[in-house]
């Protein structure tokens, strides 16, 4: 499952670079967004992916491995069954 917490991560990232680069949005703002998509779009998306109350799928050494600005609140992630 972390698998596609990673991708759903990504689109988060994706659709912030996007904004960025049609000039909709400031660079400044990008990061703001980021963590908005990760709480909103990309945190209902797993709970989609397997039917289970939405939560990723990381555990606390996860979180820290993850690339700069991919780590979620750790408040959003839970234990799910993979």
């Not at 908005?36 to 989609?48: F, K, N, P």
């Not at 700069?68 to 839970?78: A, D, R």
């Amino acid at each position: 499952k972390s698998g596609k917490d990673r991708t759903a991560l990504e689109l988060a990232q994706s659709l912030s670079q996007d904004a960025v680069e049609a000039g909709q949005l400031s660079p400044h703002l990008q990061a703001a967004l980021v963590r908005d998509l990760q709480a909103g779009l990309s945190y209902m998306q797993t709970g989609e992916n397997n039917g289970q109350p939405s939560a990723y799928a990381f555990s606390e050494t996860e979180l820290v491995c993850l690339p700069p600005g991919w780590s979620p609140k750790w408040q959003l992630c839970g234990k799910v069954m993979s």
